[in-house]
C-alpha cells in the first residue's frame, strides 16, 4: 500500500505541475487558441474524498483528472462444499461407504445365549429384541471354526439346568472363536456384520453350516439399513442354516456388481455342547471347493458406511 500511495502521490504531483506548466504556457502564448472538447481520467488514491483537476492546455482537448479513493477489495470466500447426491438404495442391494475406510474385517459381537435358547426356542433377533449389548467385540476377516464335537472338558463339574435338552452344563468351559473372542463354549450367540465388496460381477454363493444355527441376512434392508447401520429386528433370514442331526451345508445365489459394498450379517448361536460355524461366499466362475471362509482385503467394519 505503501507503494501504491508513493506513485499515485508522484503522479498527482506530476499532474499539478503539468498544469502550472500549461497554465504558463497559456498566458505566454496569448495569441494561440485552445480548444474546449474534454478528456476525463480517472485514477485511484489513498485519500477519503474524491477530487478533480482541470488540465486545459494551449492545444488539444481539455483533461479533467478524477482522483478516487481505493476501494478495499472483499475477496470471496474460499471454502466450497461438494455436492453429495444420496445414493438410490435397492432392497438387498449395496450401500455407499466412506471412500477413506479400510478393509479392517467384519465386526464380531459376542451375546449371552439361555441354555436351550436360540434355535431352540428363540429365534435369531432375540438379541435385538431383548435389547442386548455384547458381552464382548472385535473384528475379523475369517467365518469359520472347527467343530469340538467330543471335546468336553472331563474334569469341570456338570450341572443339569434342564434334563430335557440331553446334555450338561459344563461349568467354566470355554472356547476361541474368531477375532480372539473366547465365548462360554456351552450356550453363545455371535454375531458377524460389515460390508462385503464384490471383485467382480456376477452370481455369488452364499452357504452357511453351524451347530446349532447360522442365519444369513444380505442386503441393504435386511442385513441392516444402510442409512444408519442398524439391523431390522423384523428382517427375515435369507437362509437358515440349522444344526438339526447333521451338520447340511445350506446355499443361495445372490447377484453382486464389482466394488459395490453389500451389508452381511450372520447371526450363529450354540445352546448347548458342541458349536460349529462356517459361513463362506462363492465367487463367480469359483468351483465350490474353492469357496471362501477368510476375506483379507474385502470385508469392512460397519462404521465404514454413511450415515
Not at 79 to 104: D, M, N, Y
Not at 123 to 132: A, D, Q, R, V
Request: charged share 10%; proline share 9%; net charge negative.
Amino acid at each position: 500500500m505503501t507503494v501504491i500511495r508513493q506513485a499515485l502521490m508522484l503522479g498527482a504531483a506530476y499532474w499539478h505541475a503539468a498544469t502550472s506548466l500549461v497554465i504558463e504556457e497559456r498566458t505566454f502564448h496569448t495569441s494561440t487558441p485552445c480548444l474546449t472538447s474534454t478528456h476525463t481520467t480517472t485514477i485511484p488514491w489513498t485519500g477519503t474524498t474524491t477530487t478533480c483537476t482541470t488540465v486545459t492546455p494551449c492545444s488539444g482537448p481539455v483533461t479533467v483528472i478524477v482522483e478516487t479513493p481505493l476501494v478495499a477489495a472483499t475477496c470471496a470466500s474460499t471454502t466450497s462444499s461438494r455436492p453429495t447426491a444420496t445414493p438410490t438404495l435397492t432392497p438387498g442391494g449395496p450401500c455407499p461407504i466412506k471412500a477413506e475406510c479400510g478393509a479392517a474385517g467384519l465386526n464380531i459381537d459376542y451375546y449371552a445365549n439361555s441354555f436351550g435358547g436360540y434355535e431352540r426356542s428363540k429365534p435369531s433377533s432375540y438379541y435385538l429384541t431383548e435389547g442386548l449389548s455384547p458381552l464382548r467385540s472385535s473384528l475379523t476377516n475369517v467365518t469359520f471354526f472347527p467343530w469340538n464335537f467330543g471335546e468336553y472338558p472331563p474334569n469341570l463339574p456338570q450341572v443339569n439346568p434342564n434334563p430335557s435338552i440331553g446334555f450338561p452344563y459344563w461349568a467354566g468351559w470355554t472356547r476361541e472363536t474368531n477375532g480372539g473372542i473366547v465365548v462360554d463354549a456351552n450356550n453363545f450367540t455371535l454375531v458377524y456384520s460389515g460390508f462385503y465388496r464384490a471383485p467382480a460381477t456376477g452370481t455369488y454363493q452364499l452357504c452357511a453350516s453351524a451347530d446349532n444355527e447360522n442365519d444369513i441376512f444380505f442386503g441393504q434392508g435386511n442385513a441392516f439399513s444402510c442409512l444408519d447401520g442398524k439391523p431390522i429386528s423384523k428382517a427375515q433370514p435369507l437362509l437358515k442354516a440349522p444344526f438339526g442331526h447333521s451338520m447340511d451345508i445350506k446355499c443361495t445365489n445372490v447377484e453382486m456388481i464389482q466394488d459395490q459394498f453389500y451389508p452381511v450379517r450372520n447371526v450363529m448361536g450354540n445352546w448347548a455342547a458342541p458349536s460349529a460355524f462356517n459361513f463362506t461366499i462363492q465367487q463367480p466362475g469359483v468351483d465350490f471347493a474353492n469357496r471362501k471362509n477368510a476375506f483379507a482385503g474385502e470385508v469392512y467394519p460397519l462404521d465404514c458406511g454413511l450415515y
